[in-house]
């Protein structure tokens, strides 16, 4: 059940580093959501607090609010290890365990839940690998380690691992930058079919890329050096890229900074 994240006032620390300053957004549900700009601006910074994933690194913190649905995961009475669960992440590196099968891969989050029943995990594995497009090429080797498989196949068996557990949201940090333009495409392709049951965000260096996947953009950038990152404008892909409304939005797009 895809669900919409409210951002509203938030700012990210590192101790006293004060990392990003003031950002208020909104992702809805079923849609893909891009975060550009340039490196060390906080938009992946930003990402990570959108399921409590930021605050596991010491003296971090986070003041404002992120709404899901209309519930601050923030709250003081939430589990960030629930938080997680609902709002499941893919990282830049394709990170599969290294000594788990394919299939073991896929249902870890699962298992770790208490699930044992293995008709249903294998029912799990199947529905999740064939959401990630990568059940054709996996089926007839499930018990072979995921660490085979090729870079673009192991981010896809981490995308299945993520939707395995049916999370309403899917986090990407820069999902292709370790891939290669053919991996890219099919990453890509994923994408626009799994926005039809989740809502998402990614993080991309690719403007090309943001401007095919995503229906919003985010355009972040650092006010100057040791200066906070800020959100300078959020609107429809398509006007981001052909009309923005901020003359930095559209130096960064046309090359001129960045």
Known sequence: MAKRIDIKDVDIYYGKFHAVEGVTV???????????????CGKSTVLRTLNRMHEVIPGARVEGQVLLDGEDIYGTNVDPVQVRRTIGMVFQQPNPFPTMSIRDNVVAGLKLA??????????????????????????????????????????????????????????????????????????????????????????????????????????????????????????????????PEEKATEDYISGRFG
């Not at 909104?26 to 060390?40: E, Y």
């Not at 029943?117 to 018990?143: F, H, I, M």
């Open 114 to 243: 208490g699930t044992r029943d293995k008709k249903k995990l294998d029912e799990v594995a199947e529905r999740a690998l064939r959401g990630a497009n990568l059940w054709t090429e996996v089926k007839d080797r499930l018990n072979k380690p995921g660490s085979g498989l090729s870079g673009g196949q192991q981010q896809r068996l981490c995308i299945a691992r993520a939707i395995a557990v049916q999370p309403d949201v899917l986090l990407m940090d820069e999902p292709c930058s370790a891939l290669d333009p053919i991996s890219t495409l099919a990453i890509e392709d994923l994408i626009g079919q799994l926005k039809q049951d989740y809502t998402i965000v990614i993080v991309t260096h690719n403007m090309q890329q943001a401007a095919r996947v995503s229906d919003q953009t985010a355009f972040f950038n650092l006010a100057g050096v040791g200066q906070p990152g800020r959100l300078i404008e959020c609107n429809d892909t398509e006007k981001i890229f052909s009309n």
């Open 26 to 40: 909104s992702v809805p549900p079923k849609n893909v959501t891009a975060f550009i700009g340039p490196s060390g």
